[in-house]
């Protein structure tokens, strides 16, 4: 079974950086997409970035955009999300997700149920 372990969560002040890494083992499918979405206290999961493995093609959702960066390293199947200039909203929960190559394609890439594995998720906080 495809596991997917997040690492890296934590608690930061407002203008600070964490880095993400999320490991998915026993993904046997060269090919994918890999995304990073949050979920806030009361609020719907949204999707954060995407990266397809070939090409390494990247998407962000606005509000991330300039702050953030996701990147991966194929040959140990890991993504990672790299966070600047942390904001109190960024606080949430942080899930990295796995799906099929298509996923990553024009607006698909922030559905949730494009995506065929999660992780348990990282709780990232952010004081202002």
């Known amino acids: 079974q495809v596991q997917l372990v997040e690492s890296g969560g934590g608690s930061v002040q407002a203008g600070g950086s964490l880095r993400l890494s999320c490991a998915a083992s026993r993904y046997t499918y060269s090919s994918n997409c890999m995304a990073w979405f949050r979920q806030a206290p009361g609020k719907e999961r949204e999707g954060v970035a995407a990266?397809?493995?070939?090409?390494?093609?990247?998407y962000y959702r606005d509000s991330v955009k300039g702050r953030f960066t996701i990147s991966r390293d194929n040959a140990k199947n890991t993504v990672y999300l790299q966070m600047n200039s942390l904001k109190a909203e960024d606080t949430a929960t942080y899930y990295c997700a796995v799906g099929n190559p298509p996923t990553c394609y024009g607006g698909r890439w922030g559905r949730e149920y494009e995506y065929n594995y999660w992780g348990q998720g990282t709780q990232v906080t952010v004081s202002s």
């Open positions: 990266i397809y493995s070939g090409g390494g093609s990247t």
